[in-house]
């Protein structure tokens, strides 16, 4: 296939490999649907995945992962098919990688470092790029002993063991003192988050975040919703930063509308840490919306991840939306259970329910109601204020007449002077 204008740069051929270990815990084995992903993963980062193989063993090799006769195969497979690099599915130890390098002759990488690498190149904002590259600091620190090794194997322990263990702990403080640098800044980012958060509290504008597998459709969602203009391409994790746009619900009430990284199975585990400063706002969502691609005959194993996820990063108490997507795709019966909608991002279908499914999640936890409170309770007039959507104020002969919106907290406090629970 010939290819043209910002294309012509040759894409980088690529061999993948997966184990299937009988040691593994359930998920961590490679599949066909897994490689199906990794081949995904592979033509994100701009590869092209040309063939790949599935080992079957009890468990992995100690040297190479893989034995020496699967070894073999693959190194076949690399000269026949011309290529340079050779993904695993499973994450491979510094040794590992390093046998696998020199016994193959190519470039090797494992999911984490594939999936480290699109990081790299998708992160826009400050913040992005400061997680992605605490990410790959963290990642390298463990893979700098293997790195090193090759010094004692090509001249030998006599001599060189000295020098080669001073540059290994010198670039390990260097690392280290890179990955505390990183994480001082990411808390200063935390920081300013938190502030605008507690901001948007207090003006009564409630956070709904668009959650996910990858590819599900979110930011397509998003500019559906919200008629914003993100980019929403068929590719693995397009969005990295979080992006956040005002959405109207209903006559009353206006929201902010958050989309987030996409999850994804054998996501390794220092990527959620050092994505959790986007991933955090999820626990301080008012409600998610769980996307979900119904198209994909993996739906149901992609939301158990997301929602086995959601619960690693402290949000599954927050009330939540399946939606699921891409109906108009889907051949069978359409799920039917309570907080759930059927949608299209893609032609509009089923948002109007959607928006409605989110303003009674929201208003479950709300009350409105018209306050009739005497003017010897003025704290109480100026508790509304700061805390409760006021929607007018009257002035009468008794007191202060103020119709406002109250969540369920500040409800206990004014409830005695409400004129009528409209909710």
């Known amino acids: 296939m010939s290819m043209t ?6 894409k980088e051929r690529a061999v993948l490999c997966g184990l299937a270990a009988a040691c593994f815990e359930k998920g961590e084995s490679s599949d066909e649907i897994s490689m199906g992903e990794l081949a995904a993963l592979v033509e994100t980062a701009g590869g092209e995945a040309v063939a790949w193989l599935i080992q079957n063993r009890a468990t992995p090799d100690p040297r190479s992962f893989i034995g020496e006769g699967k070894e073999q195969e693959l190194k076949e497979l690399i000269e026949m098919n011309e290529c340079s690099l050779a993904v695993f599915d499973n994450e491979l130890s510094p040794s590992q990688m390093r046998v696998l390098s020199e016994d193959l002759g190519v470039k090797v990488l494992d999911r984490s470092g594939l999936i480290l690498d699109i990081f790299a190149q998708r992160a826009r904002t400050r913040e992005g790029q400061l997680q992605v590259e605490l990410a790959q600091y963290k990642y390298l620190l463990p893979r700098l002993l293997g790195m090193w090794t090759h010094l004692e194997r090509q001249e030998g322990a006599i001599g060189t063991r000295g020098p080669g263990e001073t540059q290994l702990e010198s670039d390990r403080r260097h690392i280290r003192r890179k990955i505390a640098k990183l994480e001082e800044e990411l808390e200063e980012v935390r920081k300013i988050r938190s502030v605008q958060r507690r901001r948007r509290e207090k003006n009564e504008m409630p956070v709904v975040a668009l959650v996910g597998y990858t590819n599900a459709g979110k930011s397509t969602l998003l500019n559906c919703l ?11 994790f397009d969005t990295l930063d979080t992006t ?18 996409g999850f994804i199975r054998k996501l390794p585990h220092h990527l959620i840490e050092a994505f959790k400063a986007t991933l955090e706002e999820l626990s301080y969502a008012d409600v998610l919306l769980h996307v979900i691609d119904l198209s994909n005959p993996e739906w149901q194993t992609q939301a158990a991840i997301v929602d086995k996820l959601i619960a690693e990063l402290g949000a599954e108490g927050t009330p939540c939306i399946r939606v699921y997507n891409k109906c108009d795709a889907y051949l069978g019966a359409l799920p039917r259970e309570n907080d759930a909608v059927c949608i299209s991002a893609r032609t509009g279908e089923g948002t109007a329910e959607l928006l409605g499914k989110i303003s009674e999640m929201l208003g479950r936890s709300k009350h409105r109601a018209i306050f009739r409170i005497p003017y010897s309770q003025g704290a109480l007039v100026q508790l509304l ?4 959507a006021v929607l007018s104020t009257e002035y009468a002969e008794d007191g202060t007449v103020i119709e406002a919106i109250v969540k369920s907290e500040l409800w206990a406090k004014v409830r005695a002077y409400a ?3 409209k909710e």
């Not at 919200?226 to 693995?236: C, E, M, V």
């Not at 746009?245 to 206006?254: G, H, M, P, S, T």
């Open 419 to 421: 004129e009528g629970d």
């Open 385 to 388: 204020h700061s805390e409760a």
């Open 226 to 236: 919200t008629g914003a203009d993100i980019p929403a391409n068929n590719r693995l």
């Open 5 to 10: 204008n910002n294309f012509d740069k040759k």
């Open 244 to 261: 956040t746009r005002r959405l109207k619900v209903d006559e009353l009430q206006e929201v902010l509308l958050s989309d987030t990284v």
